[in-house]
Nanobody
Framework: QVQLVESGGGLVQAGGSLRLSCAAS????????MGWYRQAPGKQRELVAT???????NYADSVKGRFTISRDNAKNTVYLQMNSLKPEDTAVYYC??????????????WGQGTQVTVSS
């Protein structure tokens, strides 16, 4: 069974920084894209940033220039460095990964979510 475990959320003042981490574990053959999504109260879940296994990245316009996604493929871990945080960044942040398991099944996995709150 595959699990994604997130860490690094919390409360920060506007202008501050946080770093999220997400580690994948279990029966993993390979990991394709990994990324971060977020969901604010009363809103739909939205893409924040993704990174493919070869390093290509994609960012939401709202976070470009402020957030940076990175991966450590040896550790099956993805990171999200968030700088210049704004109150509108407040949301539950979810890790996502497209994983081929050891049983050669390709599936989409989600973490449990980590709360990020930015105070004004």
């Amino acid at each position: 069974q595959v699990q994604l475990v997130e860490s690094g959320g919390g409360l920060v003042q506007a202008g501050g920084s946080l770093r999220l981490s997400c580690a994948a574990s279990g029966s993993i053959f390979s990991i394709n894209a990994m990324g971060w999504y977020r969901q604010a109260p009363g809103k739909q879940r939205e893409l924040v940033a993704t990174m493919t296994s070869d390093g290509s990245t994609n960012y939401a316009d709202s976070v470009k220039g402020r957030f940076t996604i990175s991966r450590d493929n040896a550790k099956n871990t993805v990171y999200l460095q968030m700088n210049s945080l704004k109150p509108e960044d407040t949301a539950v942040y979810y890790c996502n990964a497209d994983i081929t398991t050891g049983e050669e099944v390709l599936a989409d996995y989600w973490g449990q979510g980590t709360q990020v709150t930015v105070s004004s």
